[in-house]
């Protein structure tokens, strides 16, 4: 691709009038790097300077490396070979596809680039978000297939719906492609509209335009600090605290927070959107003696006032704990003062499952727990387990 692109510029450079007179060239194609629409029809000429006594009916044309049939030549005069393609296919990349006028000895006498492509189709799907209100991010979709096969730009431009100028969005640079962040000058209460303009060599289209607030479009960061803890020995509760994005303290929003949750093995998300402005909500009716994956986004609202409700924020980073098990005269349970302990070897098993059939874990130089459980298990409470704590090292004894 990179060897193609480059040998297009080429012979743009030796055809650009100025740069050489066209006495200096030993042949030239017209016309020179088209811009044409997918299926319509080509007629190029190759004209070969009468100096290198050619003649213009031993010539032939490649494209993209492919000779093509003599059956599309015609020899206009001695010095002048046409050829003519029918029903031209879009260009196979944006860089254009290489047509070029080679003598009998097969050597490249000139070139010429074809951008066949499509003008682009109105952009759909705009939609636009603020974060923590220091910016006005928004991104489309190309409209029709999406593809033109030529070099096509997208401007995403805005003005302040009463009395602003038109203005362009600078910054491209957001990681989704089809995307635009506005991160200067933004104006709260007052509404602004937004619109695309795709255009390329052969069209332009320009979206919808729509009609935004800021304070509409609101959202924050996830939620930080997500710890799920069991509530006692409680064996069908789980715990859930986080802390609020601090977005939310500096712009003095509210905000209302989701919880969703999981069994370790399932793909199911039971969703529970009645949390409100709380930061900790309790789980119930979980099964006994399960790991359960938790996680809690926030949506802004009520931002100065603002009566519509904010755009949910990503879902936080997912938190496993496990809910307490049922049976009684488990032994680790029995001795089992230490949580913290035991959540870190959960965590060890499940970052490594195909160990999962044992796991030692160290505290210190002494103490050793080791851990067998079967592999599909292998993040459930342990059944079963050898610990080697001495007494002085035991959490909650006093040391020494
Ligand atoms: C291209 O040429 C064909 C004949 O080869 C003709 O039927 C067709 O109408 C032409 N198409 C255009 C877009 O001119
Ligand atoms: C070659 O023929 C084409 C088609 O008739 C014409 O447009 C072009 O000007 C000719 N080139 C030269 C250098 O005579
Ligand atoms: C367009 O593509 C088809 C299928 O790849 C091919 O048969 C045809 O020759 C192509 N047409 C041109 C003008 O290159
Ligand atoms: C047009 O571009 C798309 C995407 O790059 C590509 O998949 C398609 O094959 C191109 N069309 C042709 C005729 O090469
Ligand atoms: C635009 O959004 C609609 C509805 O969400 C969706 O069905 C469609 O696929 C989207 N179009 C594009 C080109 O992404
Ligand atoms: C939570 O909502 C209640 C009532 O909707 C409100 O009185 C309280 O101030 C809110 N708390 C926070 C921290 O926003």
């Not at 299926?39 to 031993?58: E, I, K, R, Y």
């Not at 032994?331 to 195909?354: F, G, M, Y």
């Given at each position: 691709?990179?060897?193609?692109?480059?040998?297009?510029?080429?012979?743009?450079?030796?055809?650009?009038?100025?740069?050489?007179?066209?006495?200096?060239?030993?042949?030239?194609?017209?016309?020179?790097?088209?811009?044409?629409?997918?299926?319509?029809?080509?007629?190029?000429?190759?004209?070969?300077?009468?100096?290198?006594?050619?003649?213009?009916?031993?010539?032939f044309?490649?494209?993209?490396?492919?000779?093509?049939?003599?059956?599309?030549?015609?020899?206009?005069?001695?010095?002048?070979?046409?050829?003519?393609?029918?029903?031209?296919?879009?260009?196979?990349?944006?860089?254009?596809?290489?047509?070029?006028?080679?003598?009998?000895?097969?050597?490249?006498?000139?070139?010429?680039?074809?951008?066949?492509?499509?003008?682009?189709?109105?952009?759909?799907?705009?939609?636009?978000?603020?974060?923590?209100?220091?910016?006005?991010?928004?991104?489309?979709?190309?409209?029709?297939?999406?593809?033109?096969?030529?070099?096509?730009?997208?401007?995403?431009?805005?003005?302040?719906?009463?009395?602003?100028?038109?203005?362009?969005?600078?910054?491209?640079?957001?990681?989704?492609?089809?995307s635009c962040s506005i991160t200067q000058d933004l104006h709260l209460f007052t509404p602004y509209e937004i619109w695309v303009e795709a255009s390329n060599q052969l069209g332009r289209a320009t979206s919808d335009v729509i009609t935004l607030d800021i304070l509409d479009v609101v959202t924050t960061d996830p939620p930080s600090g997500v710890t799920v803890s069991r509530v006692g020995q409680l064996e069908d509760q789980l715990s859930v605290r986080w802390e609020a994005p601090p977005a939310l303290k500096d712009f003095l929003f509210q905000a209302k927070y989701q919880i969703r949750y999981r069994l370790e093995d399932s793909q199911d998300w039971k969703v529970m959107d009645d949390v409100g402005n709380q930061t900790s909500c309790r789980l119930a009716g979980l099964r006994p003696g399960t790991v359960y994956f938790v996680q809690v986004r926030c949506n802004p609202v009520g931002i100065y006032g603002s009566r519509k409700a904010g755009i949910w924020s990503e879902w936080s980073h997912p938190t496993a704990a496990s809910t307490p098990h049922s049976v009684a005269g488990n032994?680790?349970?029995?001795?089992?003062?230490?949580?913290?302990?035991?959540?870190?070897?959960?965590?060890?098993?499940?970052?490594?499952?195909?160990?999962?059939?044992?796991?030692?874990l160290r505290l210190g130089a002494e103490t050793r727990l080791r851990l067998q459980q079967h592999v599909h298990e292998a993040v459930r409470p342990v059944a079963s387990a050898d610990a080697e704590i001495p007494q002085s090292s035991q959490p909650g004894s006093p040391r020494g």
């Open positions: 691709m990179k060897a193609v692109l480059d040998f297009c510029l080429l012979f743009l450079m030796l055809h650009t009038p100025g740069v050489l007179s066209l006495s200096t060239h030993v042949a030239i194609i017209y016309p020179q790097d088209p811009v044409l629409r997918m299926g319509s029809n080509l007629t190029a000429s190759c004209w070969v300077h009468p100096d290198l006594g050619v003649h213009a009916s031993s010539l044309w490649t494209l993209n490396g492919q000779q093509l049939p003599s059956s599309l030549y015609r020899v206009l005069s001695p010095t002048n070979l046409s050829v003519t393609l029918a029903g031209l296919n879009a260009s196979r990349q944006t860089s254009g596809d290489n047509l070029v006028c080679h003598n009998h000895k097969g050597h490249i006498l000139a070139g010429s680039c074809l951008y066949v492509g499509m003008p682009p189709q109105k952009p759909v799907n705009l939609t636009c978000w603020s974060r923590n209100t220091k910016d006005l991010t928004c991104s489309w979709a190309p409209g029709g297939k999406g593809e033109t096969n030529i070099s096509t730009q997208y401007r995403l431009k805005y003005k302040l719906r009463w009395y602003g100028t038109e203005k362009q969005c600078e910054d491209y640079t957001h990681t989704q492609p089809y032994q680790l349970s029995h001795r089992r003062a230490p949580d913290v302990l035991r959540l870190e070897v959960e965590r060890r098993l499940q970052l490594h499952p195909a160990q999962g059939a044992e796991a030692v």
